[in-house]
C-alpha cells in the first residue's frame, strides 16, 4: 500500500477515536495503535524467516506490549536493559527467558539473583571482562546458584585503525573471546550459555534518507562492508567456543538489519524492538516499510499569531547525539514544523505550517518521538487503538512504579 496513504489512513483512525472517546483524553496522551503494532510484528517475523525474534524491552517499556508481542509463535524472550527489570519481568511471570544486554554492577540486583534459584535459571547476565565476574562475586557468600552468562563480542566494523559501530564491549578478537569463555568455564559458580553479537552500525542506521542520496550510498556500503566481515569472524569465533562450552544461544542484530543478522548460519536469534513501534529514526531503512505505531497527543494553548499555534509541553528529546533528528516530529494534522529557535519546549512548543492557521484552543496535536521506548517514561498510561476507538488503558513501566 502506498506509504502516504497508509499514514493519512492511522491519522484518520487516531482522530476517529479521540472525537468518540466517552471522555477526554488526560494530556500529553501517549497512543499505541494495536493495528499498526502487529501489522509491523509479523513483518519482522517475515523478514527473520523463521529465526526467532528477541523482544528488545527498552524499546517498549510497557507490559501489556511485551505480552503481547511474547505471545506470537514468532517471538520469543526478552533482551532487557536492566537487571532490576529483569527481575522484575521474571517476578511477574512475563517470561523465563531473559537476556541482560549490558553487563550490570548493580550489587543489590546482582545480589537479588543470587539468592532467587529461579531467578538465576531464568536471567542470563551479559559480561565482556572478568572484572565484571569480580563483581558478582563480590555479592555472595555461595556458589551453590550458578549464574547465567553471555559474552557480548564487539561486532563493529574495523577498517585499519578505524572503527565503525558502537563502542561496547572491548572484546573483538578471537584469541581475547576464548580467554574469557575459558575463564567461565573454570570459574566455580558461572555458566557460559550465549554470545551476543549487536551490529548497531548495520541495525541502528538509516541508509535511504531523502536529500542525502550521497551519504546513504556510503552508509549502504558501510553496512555490505560490515556484514561480510561479521560473517567471517563469527564463524572463526564460534569454531574457537565450539572447543570450550557448549552455547544455547547466539544473538545479533535490531530492527535494521533482521535480514542480515537472521542469514548468518550462527546467528540463533534476532533482538528487535524499534520495529514494533517505528519511531522518527525508523522512517528511513531500505530494508522494510515502516508503519509508525506510537504517539503522544497535546493540546493547543494559544496562537501568538494567524501562522503560529502553541501546544503545551512536548518536549521529548530523544537520548544520543544531539541533533534534529532527536526532537519530537509533529504528526497529525500533517505539515505541521517546529520552529528553529524554540523547538520542542518543556511547557510549550510553537508550530508553523499551514495546518498551524486551522488550529483552535484546545485541539490535539499528535507527535512521535525519535526513539522507541523512551516515549512512555513521560506516562503512566498508555491508551490502546484497535480500529478507529480506544479499547485500553494501560501502565507503563513508570505506571507500575518502576523506573529503570
Do not use: C
Not at 555472595?140 to 563480542?153: E, F, G
Not at 553496512?223 to 567471517?232: F, G
Not at 569454531?239 to 544455547?248: D, F, G, N, T, V
Not at 488550529?359 to 522507541?372: E, M, N, Q, Y
Amino acid at each position: 500500500m502506498d506509504d502516504f496513504i497508509e499514514r493519512n489512513r492511522l491519522r484518520a483512525r487516531l482522530h476517529t477515536a479521540v472525537e468518540n472517546a466517552p471522555a477526554p483524553l488526560r494530556t500529553p496522551a501517549m497512543v499505541v495503535d494495536l493495528d499498526a503494532f502487529d501489522a509491523n510484528a509479523t513483518d519482522l517475523e517475515r523478514r527473520a524467516g523463521g529465526t526467532p525474534l528477541g523482544v528488545a524491552s527498552k524499546s517498549l517499556r510497557v507490559p501489556a506490549l511485551l505480552q503481547r508481542v511474547l505471545e506470537r509463535p514468532g517471538f520469543a524472550g526478552v533482551l532487557a536493559y536492566s537487571l532490576r527489570e529483569a527481575l522484575w519481568l521474571h517476578a511477574e511471570d512475563l517470561t523465563d527467558d531473559i537476556v541482560l544486554g549490558y553487563p550490570s554492577v548493580d550489587r543489590g540486583a546482582l545480589s537479588e539473583l543470587v539468592a532467587s534459584p529461579s531467578a538465576a535459571g531464568a536471567i542470563t547476565l551479559m559480561v565482556d571482562s572478568v572484572e565484571q565476574l569480580d563483581v558478582i562475586d563480590s555479592v555472595r557468600s555461595s556458589k551453590a546458584v550458578s549464574v547465567r552468562l553471555a559474552i557480548d563480542v564487539d561486532a563493529g566494523l574495523k577498517m585499519g585503525n578505524q572503527h565503525v559501530g558502537p563502542k561496547r564491549s572491548p572484546l573483538h578478537d578471537v584469541a581475547p573471546i576464548a580467554a574469557l569463555a575459558r575463564h567461565i568455564v573454570e570459574r566455580p559458580g558461572f555458566t557460559l550459555v550465549g554470545v551476543m553479537t549487536y551490529e548497531g552500525q548495520v541495525a541502528g542506521v538509516p541508509d535511504a534518507v531523502p536529500h542525502q542520496r550521497a551519504k546513504s550510498l556510503v552508509v549502504r556500503r558501510l553496512k555490505s562492508a560490515s556484514v561480510e566481515q561479521l560473517k567471517v569472524r563469527r564463524r572463526a569465533i564460534a569454531e574457537a567456543l565450539r572447543q570450550i562450552a557448549p552455547l544455547e544461544f547466539w544473538n545479533a542484530g535490531g530492527s535494521g538489519s533482521v535480514e542480515s543478522s537472521a542469514s548468518d548460519p550462527v546467528v540463533t536469534e534476532v533482538a528487535a524492538g524499534s520495529g514494533l513501534l517505528v519511531p522518527g529514526l525508523f522512517d528511513h531503512y531500505q530494508s522494510f516499510n515502516p508503519r509508525p505505531a506510537a504517539f503522544f497527543g497535546v493540546p493547543v494553548l494559544r496562537r501568538p499569531s494567524a501562522q503560529v499555534a502553541t501546544v503545551a509541553g512536548g518536549g521529548f528529546i530523544a537520548s544520543g547525539p544531539v541533533g534534529d533528528d532527536r526532537a519530537p516530529i509533529p504528526w497529525s494534522p500533517p505539515g505541521l514544523h517546529l520552529t528553529n529557535l524554540e523547538g520542542a519546549g518543556e511547557v510549550q512548543t510553537p508550530l508553523t505550517g499551514h495546518p498551524a492557521a486551522t488550529l483552535r484552543i484546545g485541539d490535539l496535536v499528535w507527535f512521535r518521538h525519535a526513539k522507541s521506548g523512551e516515549l512512555f517514561e513521560h506516562t503512566n498510561t498508555v491508551h490502546l487503538l484497535s480500529g478507529s476507538e480506544f479499547t485500553d488503558a494501560v501502565p507503563s513501566y513508570r505506571g507500575t512504579g518502576n523506573s529503570f
